[in-house]
């Protein structure tokens, strides 16, 4: 008896050995229960060549305010402002009290500032990726446009922390110049002369949610098609350049415009859907990036007996990225377009409709930074 009793001790102590080691290897209860400490780190994506109006190199966005959201993958657990000039300093700024089930953190910048996006305190995550961003609230690209980043809490030692980037959280396409293609350079009705009377930003949206999928409604929805009043009464602000005063056109020489002022380029912030998230106009089905409207009257070309729509439209459905077609446009990105260059074949009597042949144009893309693109007309 006493054999099989000494027997059985053994095997006792085997079994509560083991289950002790497994215990060892798994979380404590208390670390997702007890409330935790924990240090954060933010900093401002890269600098940027970024334009509204003037083109201002290495411009990194000011962040006045910084709103952050610990949740735990699925839902908020506790919200808190931070001391911006702490928060991105090399030490960083210590939350204390933080919930012990928060493994990540969704930061929003300038919301308080610009009074966009509107910010939930609780609920999920989802809903607060839903948040819209407003263009109207984006007018300068250094002291009035939103940022937003994430990133996850990782533990050291008992010791809590994140390091987060965070960028605008909109794009921006600037245009440069818009210029006649002349005799000699394949055009089919080279440009002697044009007016440029308008720029309009079309298939696009007036705000976005954060996630760039939660789309807005009605007049939020910038799908204008050809035969819209909008195109000569009036149109959304901040999505199109118009002359002002007596001018009858925007900038520039004869088979060259650009605006007036040396250094300035034409300018509109947007807020990019993902890919497959485009408008829908004239019952066609959209791309994600947005559309570039010009508006051309009094356009000649050298081509004897031909006469020229007046006025007249050229429609950019597409950018390229090098030889690369764009699908959707990445928030905190400049997409800069040097040169756009028309011929009298590129002409439509209606904006947002086909012409005897489209532009191809090319655009440059940096993180918050000049990307130059191409436009394909």
């Not at 083109?55 to 610990?70: E, W």
């Not at 066609?284 to 070309?301: D, G, R, Y």
Request: aromatic share 6%; glycine share 8%; charged share 15%.
């Amino acid at each position: 008896m006493k054999k099989n009793f000494n027997f059985l001790m053994i095997i006792v102590i085997l079994i509560t050995g083991f289950v002790s080691c497994n215990n060892d290897n798994e979380a404590s209860p208390n670390e997702s229960i007890n409330p935790k400490s924990v240090t954060v780190k933010v900093k401002i994506g890269e600098t940027t060549t970024y334009s509204e109006g003037a083109t201002a190199v290495g411009v990194t966005p000011d962040l006045t305010d910084l709103k952050l959201f610990f949740t735990d993958g699925t839902n908020i657990l506790d919200t808190r402002a931070a001391t911006v000039s702490s928060i991105t300093t090399i030490s960083g700024q210590t939350f204390t009290n933080v919930p012990g089930a928060a493994t990540k953190i969704i930061v929003v910048g300038n919301a308080t500032v610009l009074a966009s996006p509107t910010l939930p305190t609780t609920g999920t995550e989802a809903a607060l990726k839903a948040a819209m961003i407003e263009i109207s609230k984006q007018t300068h690209p250094r002291t009035a446009v939103n940022l937003q980043g994430e990133g996850l809490i990782s533990v050291t030692a008992g010791v809590y922390t994140a390091a987060l980037d965070i960028y605008p959280a909109v794009s921006h396409i600037e245009i440069a110049q818009v210029i006649a293609k002349t005799s000699g350079n394949g055009a089919q009705y080279p440009l002697t002369a044009f007016k440029l009377t308008a720029i309009y930003i079309n298939n696009t949206y007036t705000k976005l949610g954060m996630d760039r999928s939660t789309l807005p409604t009605g007049v939020d929805i910038l799908n204008y098609g050809q035969n819209a009043t909008q195109w000569t009464a009036s149109y959304p602000a901040r999505f199109c350049d118009l002359p002002v005063g007596p001018a009858t056109e925007l900038g520039g020489t004869t088979t060259t415009k650009a605006p007036t002022t040396a250094g300035q380029k034409w300018g509109y912030f947007v807020v990019s859907p993902l890919a497959n998230k485009g408008t829908t106009i004239d019952a066609a089905v959209q791309s994600s990036v947005p559309h570039i409207i010009l508006k051309i009257e009094n356009a000649v070309t050298s081509v004897s007996g031909v006469v020229l729509p007046s006025p007249a439209y050229i429609t950019v459905r597409s950018l390229k990225n090098g030889a690369t077609a764009l699908t959707a446009l990445d928030p905190g990105k400049v997409y800069s377009i040097a040169s756009i260059d028309i011929a009298g074949e590129n002409l439509s009597a209606k904006p947002e409709t086909a012409a005897k042949a489209d532009i191809n144009v090319t655009v440059t893309v940096h993180p918050w930074t000049d990307v130059t693109v191409t436009p394909d007309l």
